[in-house]
């Protein structure tokens, strides 16, 4: 076991040692993005600021300096949800609370407006569906759920919906617990885009929320068929088979916002949380401590990692 811990410390040094000839170029590409916004060229602060995010997933200053970009660009959506996801990873940071609520109030502030224009349109010619899916998305988009879901109904009554629009669709059905309602209509989608593994993720969660298991399985195992690891239908999978709810269904139609559902069971536990329970109840569990450390080099977490890694030589008494 000790000559196991030693391997895995060598290991791990070492892994450690790339990180920090890496760090100062991370650290180096934040600050030249910085620099291209005091000149306003935010397209290439932006392009700057996703490699550094990438890198550095759980820092809120990323998604932070991206928002003032995309909001300098009067790309207000973009500019919330980074917002939101900044607050997210630094809830009490008073500056990004304050760039949220006024990027927030601009971007509802076009919805509305777009609302009024698109229902004005309707008033000329009500024939023509782009209209009312606008003013869905809209209200969608303002979280007005309800609302949402009647224009939504109106478009659907006068158009074919494409498989984007019906997963948004389902989410806004899910928002109002109108899963009965979604069902069928994503079954019809399921036998008309037989390749489109989000529409049978989507049909597993609404046949699981019916209590409709056997289907469910059958459903996720279709998405996972068409995309292997599909985090959304494996997770669903997963709840169909007992195994615990690991996932929050998102709209899928849009790759860069987390605009989740609810959660159908208590929230996951995530197993560095676990783990970290457990040395506060048994500090001198090194093996879970050593476990620990890997889980948190495997998320990128290295100075928690460091200081992990610190206490665990201290335990084994290296040098």
Known sequence: MKKLI????IYFWCAHFSYTVAQPQFEAMKAEAQREMQVGRYGEAIDLLNRYISAHPQQPDGYDLRGICNEKREQFENAVYDYRSALKLDPTNKEINQNLARATKLWYSLLYNEIEGYKREIAINPDIPDN????????????????????????????????DEIIRYSEILAKNNHIAKGWPILKKYTEEYPNDQRIWSRFGYFSLWLGKNRIAIDAFQNALALKPFFREAQSGLNEAKGKGYIYTVNDTSIKH????LPPVRPEFVYPIDKYYRILKRNPDDNKIRLTLIKALYKADRFEEASQQLRILKKNLHIQ
């Open 6 to 9: 030693l391997v895995s410390l």
């Open 132 to 163: 009312y899916l606008q003013i869905g998305k809209a209200f969608k988009n303002l979280g007005q759920w309800t609302v949402a879901e009647v224009w939504y109904d109106k478009y659907l009554a006068r158009a074919h919906a494409s498989p």
């Open 257 to 260: 916002f987390n605009y989740g």
